[in-house]
């Protein structure tokens, strides 16, 4: 495609959403830290396993799938809704 054509291509795109951890917000707000720490609980509660075994799993997931939700949505036929409902309810207030 044309340098010149570019704009044109992307004209119809109303608005971009990125979700880079830890790139939108500084490190230093410890935003991610949360998600983490309720990802480990989800996999707790979800699959009735103790800390060790979810931040294990977790790993796992991570290694073989990129995600964690890939991972329980692969290997436990996990639906991603109330999974990411929980993960993302933290805290914005170090904003």
């Known amino acids: 495609m044309p340098q010149n054509d570019l704009p044109d291509a992307f004209s119809h795109v109303s608005a971009w959403v990125f979700d880079l951890d830890n790139t939108l917000y500084s490190p230093r707000v410890?935003?991610?830290?949360?998600?983490?720490?309720?990802?480990?609980e989800w996999v707790m509660a979800t699959l009735r396993v103790e800390r060790a075994e979810a931040d294990r799993l977790r790993g796992h997931y991570?290694?073989?799938?990129?995600?964690?939700?890939?991972?329980?949505?692969?290997?436990?036929?996990?639906?991603?809704?109330?999974?990411?409902?929980?993960?993302?309810?933290?805290s914005f207030a170090a904003l």
Request: net charge negative; proline share 5%; no cysteine.
């Open 62 to 90: 991570w290694a073989r799938y990129g995600t964690t939700l890939a991972g329980l949505m692969a290997e436990h036929g996990v639906e991603p809704g109330p999974y990411l409902e929980h993960v993302h309810d933290i």
């Open 30 to 40: 410890r935003l991610f830290d949360q998600i983490e720490r309720r990802m480990t």
